[in-house]
């Protein structure tokens, strides 16, 4: 089994930084990418972004290109998600997901989820 921790949400104004980290334990050899998901109340999950672990490609959705950065620490077997110029529909339960193969954008590609870390960011 694989065991997600995500860190670092909370709130903050229109305009401001964030970072998450999402920290992988367990048989962490079985991960290929891992990515990030959000959901906002009554939408559903939706893709972020996502990075390889041993190539570092990364994807991103259109709505975060140019403000959110994903990177990896392969030796603490981290990934971080930087946030910046937050806008109030970011808000959402960010969650932390790790795939055996591939970068995919749908959820049904992850086969490991973490518990979520809300993101709150005010007008």
């Known amino acids: 089994q694989v065991q997600l921790v995500e860190s670092g949400g909370g709130l903050v104004q229109a305009g401001g930084s964030l970072r998450l980290a999402c920290a992988a334990s367990g048989r962490t050899f079985r991960i290929d990418a891992m990515g990030w998901f959000r959901q906002a109340p009554g939408k559903e999950r939706e893709f972020v972004s996502v990075?390889?672990?041993?190539?570092?490609?990364?994807n991103y959705a259109d709505s975060v290109k140019g403000r959110f950065t994903i990177s990896r620490d392969n030796a603490k077997k981290t990934v971080y998600l930087q946030m910046n110029s937050l806008k109030p529909e970011d808000t959402a339960v960010y969650y932390c997901?790790?795939?055996?193969?591939?970068?995919?954008?749908?959820?049904?590609?992850?086969?490991?989820w973490g518990q979520g870390t809300q993101v709150t960011v005010s007008s």
């Open positions: 990075i390889t672990l041993r190539g570092g490609n990364t």
């Open positions: 997901a790790a795939s055996p193969g591939g970068i995919g954008t749908s959820t049904s590609m992850y086969d490991y």
